[in-house]
């Protein structure tokens, strides 16, 4: 901020952190639940051996990782930051994304991801 009236971009700033430190908002059950059959729906299209099943699935592995820090009430701060948290704070689930995004989206892959990032209580 190179120049501030009325303390404008420090209370900007300030307003900023507190949501950050707040967290986003909390998922309902329902919520969850239907992102949930969103993704088996996906999953189940996924299956099929064409373009538009291959395309489904990498829109899963893409979405998922998404998915997996709305789930938890955690932010999203894009997928370089996100893999790096889950590498120190849930090395299980890096581990599965790591493993699917380097096997093309193996199906059985995407099927355990989509299974841990609903099933993570």
């Given at each position: 901020?190179?120049?501030?009236?009325?303390?404008f971009?420090?209370?900007?700033?300030?307003?900023?952190?507190?949501?950050?430190?707040?967290?986003?908002?909390?998922?309902?059950?329902?919520?969850?639940?239907?992102?949930?059959?969103?993704?088996d729906?996906?999953?189940?299209?996924?299956?099929?051996?064409?373009?538009?099943?291959?395309?489904?699935?990498?829109?899963?592995?893409?979405?998922?990782?998404?998915?997996?820090?709305?789930?938890?009430?955690?932010?999203?701060?894009?997928?370089?930051?996100?893999?790096?948290?889950?590498?120190?704070?849930?090395?299980?689930m890096?581990?599965?994304?790591?493993?699917?995004?380097?096997?093309?989206?193996?199906?059985?892959?995407?099927?355990?991801?989509s299974?841990?990032?609903?099933?993570?209580?």
């Open positions: 901020i190179l120049f501030e009236e009325n303390n971009g420090s209370k900007l700033l300030d307003e900023v952190k507190h949501l950050s430190q707040i967290g986003p908002q909390k998922m309902s059950f329902e919520e969850i639940k239907n992102l949930r059959l969103w993704s729906k996906m999953l189940n299209r996924s299956r099929r051996n064409d373009v538009e099943g291959n395309y489904r699935k990498i829109w899963l592995a893409h979405d998922l990782l998404i998915f997996y820090f709305d789930v938890r009430h955690i932010w999203f701060l894009g997928p370089k930051k996100a893999l790096k948290w889950l590498r120190e704070n849930d090395p299980e890096y581990n599965i994304f790591e493993s699917l995004y380097n096997s093309s989206c193996n199906i059985k892959l995407l099927e355990l991801a299974e841990k990032v609903f099933n993570h209580r």
